[in-house]
């Protein structure tokens, strides 16, 4: 579609803001950022609003190529995947306890978990835990599911999803409801959940207490352990790592606490004019929300990008 030219693949970005915080008692950094331009004091209005976009790209040598983008509007869609949440429970930090999806595939592809070994222990109760789930049942890979909440919880996601547009998520909510460690079922082979519970630590020889809401205690084996509780966002490129964007603006940024503070139609942010954000960093959680945040973002650009064409026009 031609759209090559517009992607920087393989970038970290190291920092974000305005040429005016830059310039701020640092006039000789606004001249040298203007000049380019041809203009001197008289550009000072126009870069105001820009935005300083630093990072470097890394290439298939490995080499770092460090650039600067100037944009007048930038829109934050870095999802939450960045810093994966955490139990904070003894053994936690143990090699077979993981925190991604990912590792859980790499664990498939090398044969470390399979058919024949002992469950997989799987925490959550999130979208990621149930595609973890569908992902073991596909490989006959058998399961424990640990989650804190009721099944019948209506804050469960689960059961705030129509069972008709997603049979795939309905039908590991049955799995949770009718294959419980409490129940005698073979609905679903290899699966077992244990609503209610938690996990209270993890051993070295692969043992995993786990302990129930009325404190009973239950050792189970295992053979790896997926901790997907969710993630939180590294916006370490922000200043404040982005806290002053928030709801709460002394508490880190989270998309279930603290999510960026927008407005509600243009997705602009309310502490930074021409700074956007959209998915996880301002709550939309679940993918089907993603679509009306860009949708938002898009009007408002198109809009103001026709005011200031009509106000160039009469004059």
């Known amino acids: 579609m031609g759209l090559e030219k517009n992607f920087v693949p393989n970038s970290c970005l190291t920092s974000l803001c305005r040429i005016s915080d830059i310039a701020e008692g640092e006039e000789a950094s606004k001249r040298r950022v203007t000049q380019d331009r041809g203009q001197e004091e008289n550009s000072g209005a126009a870069t105001q ?62 044969s470390w978990v399979s058919e ?82 938690q996990v209270s630590s993890f051993k070295p020889d692969k043992k995993c207490i786990l302990e129930s809401w009325d404190k009973c205690q239950t050792v189970v084996n295992i053979s790896m352990a997926l901790v997907l509780i969710g993630a939180n966002p590294r916006l370490t490129f922000l200043r404040d790592n982005g806290s002053y964007l928030g709801l709460n603006t002394k508490m880190p940024i989270s998309c279930r606490c603290n999510p960026l503070q927008i407005h509600p139609y243009t997705y602009e942010l309310l502490q930074e004019p021409n700074l956007f954000a959209m998915g996880p960093l301002v709550g939309d959680n679940f993918v089907r929300f993603v679509k009306g945040g860009a949708l938002g973002i898009t009007s408002c650009l198109v809009k103001r990008r026709k005011e200031q064409k009509d106000h160039v026009l009469a004059k």
């Open 49 to 110: 609003s820009l935005w300083e976009v630093r990072g470097f790209q890394t290439g298939s040598n490995g080499v770092q190529t460090p650039f600067l983008i100037l944009a007048e509007n930038v829109v934050l869609a870095t999802g939450t995947q960045d810093e994966p949440v955490r139990l904070g429970v003894e053994g936690e930090d143990l090699p077979y306890v993981c925190h991604s999806i990912s590792e859980f595939e790499t664990a498939i592809v090398h």
């Open 116 to 197: 024949c070994s002992e469950p997989v222990l799987i925490v959550g109760a999130g979208l990621t835990a149930a595609d973890a789930i569908l992902c073991a049942h596909h490989y006959e890979i058998p399961v424990l599911h640990i989650f804190r909440r009721a099944v019948t919880d209506p804050n469960l996601i689960f059961n705030q999803l129509p069972k008709v547009l997603y049979p795939e998520y309905h039908k590991v909510h049955q799995m949770m409801s009718q294959q419980n460690a409490g129940r005698d079922s073979a609905s679903y082979r290899g699966y077992t959940s244990f609503p209610q519970h």
